[in-house]
């Protein structure tokens, strides 16, 4: 068969079933392939870079699942660059597959031909040129072996058209899988790190995105069961274990914190870290005020990321889910002795702080303030919701103000933040998991990255709801902006002279987005948005497309944040919840 045929072959004998890509002349023979061999079902992107994004939002959504990207040779590789980044920032492993010039033109500047491996190496777990057809098999072997292998990661494989063409010999029927090796904790270690928390008396575990990777919440959430230690998530462990848990004391960092979280991470001695990586959003630039008063056990697979932010205490390398089956294990030897600490009364100090410090997000103002979008969201989207959102003060607040009870249920793109990735990763997780109810969330500027992928969508009926909010700012450069006294490029505003009734707003979405095929509704009254929330998830469920719901809001909201990049110096710039009614969804009610 030719190395082409070959290569589809390994890509469902490793388990693909979709991929999403572009043609072009020089992967031409792999999509003949893909179209004769059967078996996977292709989603044809409008933007190549939207088609990386489509394979991380496809891989995120379910355990087990690699997303697969494809492009032709020269910029569809170097559109997708930012999702090999975003993949790998994240530990999130994808495949991204591109056509070359044939191998006795890659030295002479043929159309289209770059050293795509070259400029991927930096963002990827490895990245080939393949020079020899007989070699395909192999790459594409070995590629598995590295996505799924210690900390997860994406790779590139880059084809020549000749390489693609050349017939070699392959036998599926006998092709195996390389062994996956991930590192494994220790008893003895194990045994030492519930040491440190024996020896505490304030404890917390810090639960990052390498439990979700390793599809073990279930086993975080025994483990604090079994001890009664609350459990802080980061944004990428958001939903380890669910908001409404009692042993959940909420979120910490500069920007996607709650106050409480904060606050109690702040009154805390130990902290055990599963599968985080301490980074700068969730400790802040002042590790001091992260660090100070409080010891630290880290348990990462990645062996050099243990030190890399700050050093700890002790350090465990280690798959999240072989250390939890350890910790369990020796917690409940521990337990049976009589010899684990009662922490009940620590535990209740954090959801006590769970209940007093509260945001407002109740307001009837129009134009309307962004909190009160996501109150509402919280009323109209429930548990089984998976929100996917990336970057800016609409991920932010709705970071700090809405509610995640399932792992993966929040998918978002933590370390890279590319805008424009909400709709593609939107289409990529709907495509994972169809049953699974979707809300995308964005900014204006975000929708407006990449908003060609809608028809993507309208075309392959993938319906979800889209809340876009719409201030017509770039909001977070905007509040960053102010502590260097300017407001400068930044305002994205204009009477636009089709739709003048929208105002200063600009771009009418809603018109964007019905002539690209989707359905959509602009909501200028709060009061109005829990009907229209209503209506879209009506709207998506009968026309199979996506519905976007846009909120006008007010032009400057400030949402919370440091200012200083320290999370022990967060400041609010909105009043507090003062009475049970400013925060009527809230997981807890405000108590008096």
Not at 163 to 172: A, K, R, S, W, Y
Not at 294 to 304: C, G, L, N
């Amino acid at each position: 068969m030719t190395a082409a045929r070959a290569a589809v072959e390994i890509l469902k004998l490793e388990g693909v079933e979709v991929a999403f890509g572009v043609p072009g002349a020089a992967i031409n023979p792999f999509y003949k392939a893909l179209k004769e061999g059967g078996g996977i079902r292709h989603t044809l992107a409008r933007h190549v870079e939207g088609a990386s994004h489509m394979a991380e939002g496809y891989t995120r959504a379910k355990a087990g699942n690699i997303g697969v990207c494809i492009g032709t040779s020269g910029p569809a590789g170097t559109d997708m660059i930012t999702g090999l980044y975003s993949a790998i920032a994240d530990s999130i492993p994808i495949l991204c597959i591109t056509g070359q010039a044939p191998v006795s033109k890659l030295h002479k500047e043929d159309f289209q031909a770059v050293d795509i491996a070259a400029i991927a190496k930096p963002v990827t777990k490895a990245a080939t040129t393949v020079l020899e057809a007989a070699q395909v098999p192999g790459v594409f072997q070995q590629a598995f072996h590295l996505m799924r292998s210690g900390r997860p990661g994406p790779v590139l494989i880059d084809l020549p058209i000749d390489v693609q063409l050349t017939e070699i010999e392959f036998d599926p029927e006998t092709y195996q899988p390389l062994p996956v090796y991930k590192p494994q904790a220790t008893r003895a270690q194990a045994e030492k790190a519930i040491r440190f928390l024996l020896e505490s008396e304030r404890p917390l575990i810090v639960s990052g995105g390498g439990i979700i990777n390793a599809d073990a919440s279930d086993l975080l959430v025994e483990f604090a069961e079994l001890t009664g230690v609350p459990v802080i998530s980061t944004l990428m462990g958001w939903g380890t274990i669910p908001d409404d848990h009692e042993l959940s004391a909420g979120m910490v960092g500069v920007q996607t914190a709650h106050r409480y979280g904060n606050a109690t991470f702040l009154e805390s001695d130990f902290v055990l870290g599963i599968g985080n990586r301490w980074a700068n959003r969730h400790t802040g630039y002042n590790l001091e005020a992260y660090t100070k008063g409080r010891k630290f056990v880290h348990v990462d697979i990645e062996p050099t990321q243990i030190g890399k932010i700050f050093a700890p205490d002790f350090g465990i390398a280690s798959d999240a889910k072989a250390a939890l089956e350890l910790f369990i294990e020796v917690a409940r030897e521990l337990k049976a002795e009589g010899k684990l600490p009662d922490f009940s009364t620590w535990a209740a100090s954090a959801q006590e702080r769970k209940a007093t410090l509260l945001r407002r997000t109740h307001f009837d103002n129009i134009p309307m303030k962004p909190q009160r979008v996501y109150e509402e969201m919280n009323r109209a989207f429930g548990p089984e919701t998976r929100y996917v959102t990336t970057i800016g003060l609409s991920q932010i607040a709705g970071a700090q103000m809405l509610h995640v009870y399932k792992p993966r249920n929040w998918i978002n793109c933590g370390q890279a933040g590319p805008l424009g990735w909400t709709i593609p990763a939107a289409i990529g997780a709907a495509t994972a998991e169809p049953e699974t109810p979707i809300v995308a969330l964005s900014g204006d500027y975000d929708f407006q990255f990449m908003i060609e992928e809608l028809a993507v969508a309208a075309q392959h009926r993938i319906p979800y709801v889209h809340v876009l909010v719409n201030n017509a700012y770039l909001g977070l450069i905007r509040q960053a902006q102010v502590n260097l006294d300017i407001n400068f490029q930044v305002n994205l505003e204009f009477e636009n002279i089709n739709t003048p009734e929208i105002g200063v707003y600009g771009v009418d979405h809603v018109k964007v987005a019905e002539g690209l095929g989707v359905k959509a509704i602009r909501v200028t009254d709060p009061n109005e948005l829990g009907a229209a929330f209503e209506e879209a998830k009506k709207l998506a469920a009968e026309y199979s497309v996506p519905v976007v719901v846009e909120c006008i809001l007010e032009r400057i909201t400030n949402i919370a944040m440091s200012k200083t990049v320290d999370m022990s110096n967060v400041t609010e710039f909105e009043e507090l919840a003062t009475l049970p009614e400013h925060a009527p969804t809230a997981i807890k009610p405000l108590a008096l």
